[in-house]
């Protein structure tokens, strides 16, 4: 069994002050993967301690030299890139699709990040002020499971951007992805203490974290039920904060669409990452009169989906994180059936051919109701309810009638109306006709999606501070 008892401070593998231990499962097997060693207060407080010595002479690096660590983060994550996809895929389940992809996104996240700092203006002349845009101070990275890699290296890339030093706490149930990460960023060679790396509880390092007074900023990326009480501990020592959280995304098919093209995008958007991605397309609204249609070709697309070891290169959708996951999702589909969705196709239980794994079948409900709890709530897992609207007003009524806002998606072959329709719904990225990359675009929600953006100009002023000097000339 694979131990994992070393955390990240001041420049340092060090065995945690906190003894408590976990056993991270092979969601394709069931069995125990690894055994894993805790942080607690005490190493998250050193950590802190840490980033605030290192942030002193950080703060007041050139462009050039920032630009430097992070060319060197780049190369030393790049450099092991083939190892932390297959290190990914193993531990969580991710198809070897997504995990290629994640794996690119986190080095080129610091390629995005010089990008940025050739560009920003650090001082600018307003009037007979000047303006200096001055890192926060040191800033807590708090990262989920789904996708470790790109949320760290993002993260810490625009913080080390602006200037300020790191504590990250990644999700425990990535320790195995964290501690390979860990050596490639530890191989870049920064000063001691600019980042460190904690692996623990929430409820135990996340919580030193919001509530430490030498913590200027949080930055989160997780469910919204703990965006709010990180929210509401950062009130006390006015922290600011960047909360990406969940989604309920809609994905519109207006009425011209092709369907040949809109629904393997729609199953492709609604099942990304085993569907465990709060920005997937979960319910897909669809005209009234081209329902039976949608439903034919949802049947036929989801024949052929490949459910099964998440590295083979032609699956297309592995299992699940945990049994507690796998649980929750089996329970939604319970729940969909018994409020009177028509199950399409899936259903209860594992795919055939496979007896043991955290494998669920990609399922499909129609007939679904906005009132449903399957189109109410995040699921977190390879399930798609179809709504159906009878006008264009009413499709947009249907994708706004959530508490979340965080993306969504728009397919029609009338470009103009399918902008328009893109314009009116509430959500902090739009795709119409695809789904693209956009890593200076900003990234984040409306209404209880979250609160701040990453990426691009938006992302890097949220670790930024302006301060005005006047004088009398």
């Not at 060693?37 to 802190?48: F, S």
């Not at 499909?364 to 798609?384: K, S």
Request: hydrophobic share 40%; charged share 20%; with cysteine.
């Amino acid at each position: 069994m694979k131990q994992i008892n070393q955390i990240y401070i001041n420049g340092e593998f060090v065995t945690p002050h906190g003894t408590e231990v976990m056993h991270l499962i092979d969601p394709v097997t069931e069995q125990v993967a690894a055994q894993v060693r805790l942080a607690d207060e005490t190493d998250t407080r050193q950590a802190i301690a840490a980033a605030k010595a290192a942030y002193v002479d950080f703060s007041r690096t050139s462009k050039a030299q920032r630009i430097q660590y992070l060319q060197q983060l780049h190369d030393a994550v790049l450099a092991r890139a083939d190892l932390l996809e297959t290190v990914m895929s193993a531990e969580y389940g991710g198809p070897l699709a997504m995990v290629r992809g994640t794996v690119a996104r986190a080095s080129g996240a610091f390629l995005q990040a010089i990008k940025l700092l050739n560009e920003y203006e650090f001082v600018r002349q307003i009037g007979k002020a000047k303006v200096v845009m001055e890192p926060l101070g040191v800033v807590g990275l708090i990262t989920p499971w789904n996708a470790n890699y790109g949320f760290i290296c993002n993260k810490m890339a625009t913080a080390l951007a602006a200037g300020s030093t790191v504590v990250i706490k990644p999700s425990e149930l990535s320790a195995g992805q964290t501690q390979l990460l860990t050596e490639c960023l530890h191989a870049a060679g920064l000063p001691a203490g600019v980042f460190n790396i904690v692996t623990g509880r929430g409820d135990v390092v996340g919580a030193e974290i919001t509530r430490h007074p030498d913590i200027a900023k949080i930055s989160f990326t997780g469910s919204t039920s703990v965006g709010k009480a990180i929210a509401r501990g950062a009130v006390d020592t006015l922290k600011r904060v960047t909360l990406e959280l969940g989604g309920k995304s809609p994905n519109i098919l207006l009425p011209d669409v092709d369907l040949e093209k809109a629904i393997p995008l729609a199953l492709a958007v609604g099942t990304m990452n085993n569907g465990q991605a709060c920005i997937a397309g979960t319910r897909l609204l669809v005209p009234e009169e081209r329902l039976e249609e949608v439903k034919a070709h949802l049947v036929r697309a989801v024949a052929s989906v490949k459910v099964g070891d998440p590295q083979q290169t032609d699956t297309q959708i592995g299992p699940l994180v945990t049994a507690k996951q796998y649980a929750r999702v089996q329970n939604y589909i319970r729940l969909g059936v018994e409020e009177g969705a028509e199950l399409v196709c899936g259903g209860e239980g594992r795919p055939d051919g496979l007896s043991h794994g955290y494998f669920v079948k990609p399922t499909v409900f129609a007939n679904v109701t906005p009132q449903m709890t399957i189109a109410r709530e995040e699921i977190f897992g390879p399930v798609i309810s179809v709504l159906t609207y009878r006008s264009i007003e009413e499709a947009v009524s249907m994708a706004n009638d959530t508490v979340y806002g965080l993306q969504a998606y728009v397919s029609g072959e009338d470009r103009q109306q399918a902008r328009s329709v893109a314009s009116q719904i509430i959500a902090g990225r739009v795709f119409v006709n695809g789904m693209y990359d956009a890593p200076d675009a900003p990234f984040g929600g409306f209404k209880q999606s979250g609160l701040g953006r990453e990426f691009g100009t938006y992302g890097l002023e949220a670790y930024l501070e302006p301060k005005t000097l006047i004088d009398d000339e």
